[in-house]
């Protein structure tokens, strides 16, 4: 809400001077207050729309120009911003500047993170506890400031600041002895870059370089949540009651990261242009943890019951990152160009752990041996990747009506992965050595015959090996796009598109297809009418064979869905009144059916010629088949007022 | 010193010169500009109010993107003699200005090809244009056009918020090409785009999962939309996990659960309620703090 207020005061102000300086200045406000009233779920509403009643800045658009450059502060600005208050995203973005002084962005967001779902993680519902275990309703605030300071005719310097912070509470589990526990979870973290550089501009060659310096620094503060210290498992573990009385955790994590890059192009000639770039990131990490917990728990890991454990985490990494690029591109003449480019990008991580773990009042299972006992693991982790990427493009414009492309690409990827011989506990591939060449093609074209366009392209990617079973040895996709327009009046856009992975190897046998159909319509026989339809149709096959934890078979992996989504809306203008209407059904059958329909109107009065009211109305209504207990139907009612010049 | 004296004075002269021959030029893009307004009024007073006015330093005039006119004139204003830049040539004419937006991208955008060009989003006459870049209409919207497909996914119930104040598709992607498959773009340290704003997410970590190793968020993760509440690529958390960790034949990245995790129970069903730490920890090898 304070936001909300300092964007509308942020208006006013700007407006007010704007008029002063009495230059070029168009500006568009609408804010209004909006009444939102669910029934059924309303968790699972907060988790998918999460509209609130209160005020909201439907849109804020101001466009300052001063074409004759004699303003003193700018002869530009532009501000657009909306959502804030009943909305759970706001955005705010100035951008402003003087010819040969100064240019300065600015980027707000504020997103409100919701999320507490029946059926997430949750071993409990069909006992009739609603709420999942991992739960949020944080908010995040991403600030982004750009100062460009063009005072030399060839050198821009540049000086910027991003910080990102996310906060607010949370459920998560612990997890002991066969029962899981929910935790209160406090959280607090902040990114932030602090960057310089500059950009440099001659005839023939032009490029950025800038450092930055990123900081991470994150809090989180976890205690058991109210009521929650018998856990999730009603039984018992060895014929005892596992419960909490105490738990506190306080994990802090920092990182520093400097950040360089560098970009240069030269323009050998109007035909022939060199670009090189390169990056380099060596990021450092920190966290501490403290644990302290008590009451009557197991431990499988040592064989024993225990009171209690204070445990403290002390770990390092290093992960450092680096990217180099150079490209060539030949105009090869006004109708043909070739690209040819190879990059190569390291990334390397070091991690190192030390975990001090002491388990109190421990005795053994058969009830004997009373002591504390301290447990020291130091371990480490690490990989390497590498890869090197080739590619080459070839396109042939303006054939009479064609235009025809080609991209061949060849990737070499090189992992190794280790880990300490202490942290490996299951069986399977925790590290290792893997090499993976992908070879990429696309071909594609277009036929432009003016009010009808036809777009057809065809791309694959073939692997010699997998790195993660789920990796494609063998993919293909296929996709055509119809344009067709007759002039304003009528407009069709149709697509089709069909996606199809595969690994064939005997022990993997994966499979996957996708296909898209979607056809758009508009109709607008006056400029005070129009119609819209669509309809959009998918469907989704993967298959992988798995196997079962519990017996060792071979089972499948299967995940099938069809979903078709139809839509439709209008926009008419009768005299004062601007009438605006939506409607869209959502049918999702296969894997997790579920419907969703929409519906949305607003009608507009200009009272004046720049002022106007509008009232608007939107539902959604959700149900899902399996979970019926997630279902909600929510209604939003707003008044709005809307002031432009 | 007398040297040096002769070589500033050379410069000072050169400068002077320099700045002469700028005022000349924009003098001569205003006339220009004044004598196209003669028939073209509108799109001139439009023209005016815009970045590109050529009252502004470095700016460009009508002649600059239309070429001379005169023959044009001369001949009542026949459409056929004057240049509208469109498509492939006119992109080349806005690049000549534009050009960190070729160079830095241009070998991956799909844009680049044959089918979209800087007229297809952006109108450079329209001074009071309600969108930010001079765009045509919001950018959603304009992307929509020609991705239906995508437009649709974002009706899941699972995914990210693309309307008032949330994200828009230039959040993620870069239209004129960026870093990443789909135009994605990558941060300045290489970094996928999600953990710009899921920062949290980005570690480094002592045990990282599949982001940075062997994948992406995108192994796991439909960011558009998805039937899953994590916005995950399967209903159900489990058969996700198992689809890496199964060791059958072996020789791929992934170990297997050990038994007693029994699916048949729903607190197996679901990974993350013991893994609560999936994108990463400096805890614990087993992502369980």
């Known amino acids: ?645 | 010193m007398k040297q040096m004296i002769r070589l500033l004075s050379f410069g000072a002269l050169l400068m002077v010169l320099g700045v002469a021959v700028a005022t000349q030029a924009a003098e001569d893009d205003r006339e220009a500009l004044e004598m196209c307004a003669v028939c073209h009024d509108t799109v001139a007073s439009e023209f005016n109010m815009t970045v590109h006015s050529p009252n502004r330093d470095r700016a460009p005039s009508c002649v600059s993107c239309h070429g001379d006119g005169a023959e044009h004139m001369d001949q009542d204003g026949d459409p056929e003699l004057i240049n509208v830049p469109q498509g492939a040539s006119g992109a080349a004419m806005c690049l000549q200005c534009h050009g960190q937006i070729n160079t830095m991208f241009s070998n991956r955008s799909a844009h680049a090809d044959a089918a979209v060009h800087c007229e297809s989003c952006h109108e450079m006459h329209k001074a009071h244009s309600a969108e930010a870049l001079q765009l045509v209409r919001s950018a959603n919207s304009l992307c929509a056009d020609c991705h239906p497909s995508q437009a649709g996914s974002f009706r899941k119930p699972f995914g990210h918020d693309l309307d008032l104040g949330g994200l828009q598709c230039v959040s993620c992607h870069n239209p004129h090409g960026g870093q990443g498959e789909q135009s994605l773009k990558v941060d300045r340290s290489g970094d996928v785009v999600c953990v710009s704003c899921h920062a949290e997410k980005r570690g480094p970590f002592v045990y990282p999962h599949v982001t940075g190793v062997s994948g992406t968020c995108l192994s796991c993760h439909e960011p558009h939309g998805a039937v899953n509440p994590m916005a995950l690529t399967r209903a159900r958390v489990d058969l996700l996990c198992l689809e890496c960790h199964s060791v059958i034949g072996g020789g791929t990245l992934g170990s297997q659960p050990p038994s007693f995790h029994d699916l048949r129970s729903p607190r197996y069903q679901n990974c993350t309620t013991c893994h609560v730490m999936v994108h990463g920890s400096n805890a614990s090898p087993l992502l369980l703090k």
């Open chain 1, 1 to 645: 809400m304070h936001t909300l207020r300092l964007v509308i005061a942020t208006f006013f102000i700007i407006a007010a001077s704007s008029t002063v300086v009495a230059q070029s200045t168009a500006f568009d406000i609408e804010i209004g207050y909006q009444n939102v009233d669910v029934s059924g779920n309303e968790d699972m509403f907060k988790t998918q729309i999460n509209q609130d009643s209160g005020f909201v800045l439907r849109n804020l658009k101001i466009n300052y120009i001063d074409p004759s450059g004699e303003s003193g502060f700018a002869d530009r600005l532009r501000v657009d911003a909306s959502g804030f208050g009943g909305n759970p995203a706001g955005r705010l973005r100035l951008d402003m500047g003087r010819d040969n002084t100064y240019r300065l962005r600015l980027y707000y967001q504020q997103l409100k993170n919701f999320s507490a779902l029946p059926a997430f993680a949750n071993p409990l519902l069909d006992e009739g506890v609603i709420p999942g275990q991992h739960t949020w309703d944080r908010t995040r605030d991403v600030l982004d400031i750009q100062l460009e300071l063009p005072l030399w005719r060839t050198i821009t310097p540049i000086v910027g600041y991003r910080w990102n912070r996310y906060e607010g509470p949370g459920q998560t589990t612990y997890s002991v002895g066969n029962d899981e526990f929910r935790i209160a979870s406090d959280l607090e973290q902040t990114e932030s870059e602090f960057y310089l550089g500059l950009n440099f501009a001659t005839k023939a060659v032009f490029g950025t370089f800038i450092q930055g310096w990123r900081t991470f620094d994150g809090t989180d503060r976890q205690g058991l949540a109210p009521g929650e210290g018998v856990g999730n498992n009603p039984g018992t573990s060895l014929g005892q009651e596992v419960e909490l009385d105490s738990f506190d955790r306080t994990t802090r994590s920092t990182a520093d990261t400097p950040v360089t890059t560098f970009h240069v192009t030269a323009r050998a000639s109007d035909h022939v242009r060199l670009i090189a770039s390169y990056v380099k990131a060596d990021s450092e990490g920190e966290t501490s943890l403290d644990e302290m917990l008590s009451g009557s728990l197991v431990s499988f890991q040592l064989s024993r019951f225990f009171q209690g454990l204070d445990q403290t985490i002390e770990s390092r990494t290093e992960n450092p990152y680096s990217r180099g690029e150079a490209r060539f591109e030949f105009d090869l003449s006004d109708k043909a160009g070739l690209k040819v480019g190879y990059q190569i990008r390291e990334r390397e991580l070091e991690g190192w752990a030390m975990v001090s773990s002491l388990f109190m009042d421990t005795l053994n299972f058969g009830g004997f041996d009373p002591r504390d006992i301290q447990v020291l693991v130091e371990a480490q982790s690490g990989y390497e990747r590498k890869d090197k990427i080739a590619d080459l493009r070839l396109d042939l414009r303006n054939l009479g009506a064609f235009s025809v492309w080609a991209d061949y690409a060849v990737n070499s990827q090189s992992l190794d992965v280790s880990q300490d011989i202490s942290q490996i506990v299951l069986p399977g591939g925790q590290e290792g050595s893997f090499d993976r060449r992908i070879n990429t093609f696309e071909v594609g074209g277009m036929l432009d015959l003016g009010s009808a366009k036809f777009i057809l392209d065809l791309g694959g990617q073939e692997a010699d090996d997998v790195i993660m079973r789920t990796d494609f040895n063998d993919r293909t996709r296929v996709r055509g796009r119809v344009d067709w327009s007759i002039g304003r009046l009528f407009r069709v856009l149709l697509t089709a598109e069909s996606i199809s992975s595969d690994n064939d190897a005997s022990d993997i046998g994966y499979q996957a297809d996708t296909e898209r159909y979607a056809a758009d319509l508009s109709v607008t026989p006056t400029d005070n009418f129009m119609l819209r339809l669509a309809y959009d149709s998918y469907s989704t096959d993967t298959e992988m064979p798995i196997r079962i934890p519990q017996s060792f078979d071979i089972g499948s992996s299967v995940y099938a869905e069809e979903g078709d989504l139809l839509e439709g809306g209008l926009t008419w203008k009768i005299w004062l009144l601007t009438l605006d209407a939506n409607y869209s059904t959502f049918e999702n059958t296969g894997s997790f059916p579920f419907q969703m329909d929409r519906a949305f109107a607003r009608a507009a009065i200009d009272i004046t010629k720049s002022i106007a009211i509008a009232g608007e109305y939107e539902n959604w209504d959700y149900s899902e088949d399996s979970f019926p207990i997630a279902d909600y139907d929510a209604d939003r009612y707003g008044v709005y007022l809307r002031w432009r010049r």
